[in-house]
């Protein structure tokens, strides 16, 4: 993990960085032993920066791409769904700039031989620096700073210059030669891309108007040079894309009010207001008006979650120049020919997996031991319902909780559990985030009613059989 970015004022700041390591191990740590997410070709030593979802990890993404698609699409009626595939010609990305301007300045330390990102490393030592400055401009400050920067890994203070590396990951699909690195194709480096150069086929074959947005969800890749923030920066990893087209005169009125929607739907989500704040880029692209990052409390300090950008007109006249295909819009009503603006919003799922995983960690004291339990708002919740017989033992109890969990499981994501005892069944369902548990007992074989216990208050209520679909549809709803 790298240094936190932040500066101290006292020992207590010093106390609060510890204990937010100390989160982001026990984070880390559950994810892999609960079985949410595990280093990617682990029983060959492990593959950089790449990660795989286990069991809980993919149901806890999939709920947060379902809750996005819902805002962005399902309750929207001016934004519609794509997904363009992962390959595309490669002259999009010469248009798109990727391919000239898609680099990070590296350093490499010349005691550790480690490789780190110049413009990181300065904003540690608390000096402004971004990606988007020249190689000649990031040295000058990297020198005129160099007292200040130190290796994140061996706390070495000698640096080979900063060398700016392109992220796009290359590839030889459909090129058959044996040297292929001369005309590579790529694998994205982000959706947005599919969106522009379908622009014209939505337009097409849909009803849609503008202003209008299009969203897509798909995988990503990018040749990060550090990578040690867990799931926070990868090689490979999804994002959640919305692009949103506009005439240029209400470009930034559409821009503040999609601002205002992002940041209120992490707030829905369940992320606290006062681990969410605004960060303006000082340093802007030519094309762009303005940009802003929602930025989460990660355990390691604020950091982005998601760029929210009034783009100007840029990536359509750029596709429109290199594919010699227009993507000017003829306005129905006044005629007007224009090529359309774009408010960008552009999230990542596994930094969303992160920022719900750090909110929802939470250690209690019970009864002199620590219960650990995940208090994931219920529709992210990976398991909905847990089913128990009271005791292994009892085959008409056993029956029993069959029964309900296979009606349960018809609605609801559910888990059937008769392993060891009820409370170590209940440790593991908290580990887990499972907001309701279900217990068959004796009783229930007299009055057909069971104990359905909740995760955050521990309240036990006894609800009929009968009744437990509706009971938490409600709750769910
Ligand atoms: P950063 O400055 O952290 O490298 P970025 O500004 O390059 O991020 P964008 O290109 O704006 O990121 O991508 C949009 C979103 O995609 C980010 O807000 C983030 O949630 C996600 N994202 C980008 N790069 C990665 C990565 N390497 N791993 C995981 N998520 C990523």
Redesign the pocket.
């Known amino acids: 993990m790298t240094q936190p970015c932040v500066i101290l004022n006292s020992i207590r700041d010093l106390e609060v960085i510890k204990m937010a390591e100390n989160n982001m191990e026990k984070i880390v740590s559950l994810c892999k032993r609960r079985g949410f997410v595990f280093p990617s070709s682990e029983i060959y030593g492990g593959f950089a920066a790449v990660y795989d979802l286990g069991p809980y990890g993919v149901e806890l993404s999939n709920n947060i791409k379902a809750a996005w698609w819902k805002a962005m699409v399902q309750t929207r009626d001016d934004v519609v769904g794509l997904d363009s595939a992962i390959f595309m010609h490669p002259k999009i990305w010469e248009a798109s700039g990727h391919v000239g301007g898609f680099a990070d300045p590296l350093t490499e330390c010349k005691k550790c031989h480690s490789r780190h990102r110049v413009d990181h490393m300065l904003e540690e030592a608390g000096v402004f620096a971004d ?1 988007k400055m020249t190689e000649d401009e990031i040295n000058k400050l990297f020198d005129a700073n160099i007292e200040k920067v130190i290796c994140p890994l061996c706390k070495g203070k000698d640096f080979t210059k900063a060398q700016k590396f392109n992220l796009l990951v290359q590839s030889n699909l459909g090129n058959l030669t044996e040297d292929w690195s001369k005309n590579p194709t790529y694998l994205r480096g ?1 959706t947005c891309q599919g969106i522009y150069v379908n622009f014209r086929n939505v337009m097409d074959s849909t009803r849609v108007k503008i202003p209008f947005g299009i969203a897509q969800i798909g995988k990503a890749f ?1 040749n ?1 040079i550090t ?1 040690r923030q867990f ?5 490979e ?1 999804e ?1 959640m894309e919305m692009q949103y087209f506009v005439s240029p005169d209400i470009e930034m009125e559409e821009y503040e009010k999609w601002r205002e929607a992002r940041m209120q739907y992490y707030i829905d989500l369940g992320l606290k207001k006062e681990n969410l704040k605004w960060h303006k880029h000082e340093n802007l692209v030519f094309y762009a008006k303005e940009a802003y ?1 929602i930025e989460y409390n990660f355990p390691f300090g604020f ?5 929210v950008h009034a783009r100007g007109n840029y990536d359509l006249t750029q596709h429109s120049k290199f594919s010699g295909n227009s993507l000017e819009y003829v306005d129905p009503q006044t005629n007007e020919k224009y090529i359309p603006h774009i408010v960008e919003t ?3 799922v ?2 969303t997996f992160l920022a719900v995983m750090t909110e929802a960690y939470t250690e209690e004291e019970s009864e002199n031991e620590t219960r650990v339990v995940l208090k994931l708002p219920v529709k992210l919740a990976p398991v909905k319902v847990a089913v128990f017989p009271l005791l292994k033992n009892k085959p008409e109890l056993v029956e029993k909780a069959r029964g309900i969990y296979d009606e349960l499981k018809q609605q609801f994501m559910c888990e059937f559990d008769d392993n060891g005892n009820i409370g170590k069944r209940y440790r593991r369902q908290d580990e887990i985030g499972t907001p309701w548990c279900v217990t068959v007992d004796f009783d229930t074989m007299d009055d057909e009613t069971v104990t359905v216990r909740d995760r955050d208050t521990l309240k036990q209520d006894r609800v009929r059989v009968i009744d437990l679909k509706n009971y938490f549809s409600e709750k769910l709803s």
């Open positions: 990606e982000e990018r990060e990578a799931i926070f920066r990868t090689r990893f994002q990052d950091k982005e979650l998601e760029g552009s999230a990542g596994g930094r």
